[in-house]
């Protein structure tokens, strides 16, 4: 395996090993956060295999999937998954979405979440 498809790899799975560790301390906010990041370093992973540059500069994950070309791959609740946790990357950092986001993210929330975002790192794994 490519070094730099193996860095964003060991990324992403320490993001999700946090994601679980956030769940089980109940720090529901960066639970979907981790998530997120875990997906875009499993999106990087996946960029990197199938392209010859470096993976985007971008926490967008519609948009790194759409310029490595994969994004027509997803089923429709995969691309579902993927406008959901979107916006936990950017709202889990200012406080004034915070107090509305935490409202929402409940520990069943967040452990459908966990499930989801495994899923998806499985599902690109099985590609690579």
Same mark, same amino acid.
């Given at each position: 395996?490519?070094?730099?498809?193996? /860095?964003?790899?060991?990324?992403?799975? /320490?993001?999700?090993?946090? *994601?679980? *560790?956030?769940?089980?301390?109940?720090?529901?906010?960066?639970?979907?956060?981790?998530?997120?990041?875990?997906?875009?370093?499993?999106?990087? *992973?996946?960029?990197?295999?199938?392209?010859?540059?470096?993976?985007?500069? %971008?926490?967008? &994950?519609?948009?790194?999937?759409?310029?490595?070309?994969?994004?027509?791959?997803?089923?429709?609740?995969?691309?579902?998954?993927?406008?959901?946790?979107?916006? &936990?990357?950017?709202?889990?950092?200012?406080?004034?979405?915070?107090?509305?986001?935490?409202? %929402?993210?409940?520990? #069943?929330?967040?452990?459908?979440?966990?499930?989801?975002?495994?899923?998806?790192?499985?599902?690109?794994? #099985?590609?690579?």
């Amino acid at each position: 395996m490519d070094n730099k498809v193996k /860095y964003w790899l060991e990324l992403s799975d /320490y993001d999700f090993d946090t *994601a679980l *560790a956030m769940l089980n301390s109940k720090r529901f906010l960066y639970v979907g956060f981790m998530c997120h990041q875990t997906i875009e370093k499993i999106f990087k *992973a996946y960029f990197t295999s199938l392209k010859s540059e470096p993976a985007p500069y %971008s926490h967008s &994950l519609s948009y790194i999937a759409k310029k490595a070309g994969f994004y027509d791959l997803f089923l429709e609740e995969q691309k579902d998954f993927i406008d959901q946790i979107e916006p &936990l990357n950017i709202e889990a950092r200012y406080p004034s979405y915070k107090e509305r986001l935490l409202k %929402s993210l409940t520990y #069943e929330k967040c452990h459908e979440i966990i499930e989801r975002t495994k899923e998806m790192q499985k599902w690109i794994k #099985e590609k690579l």
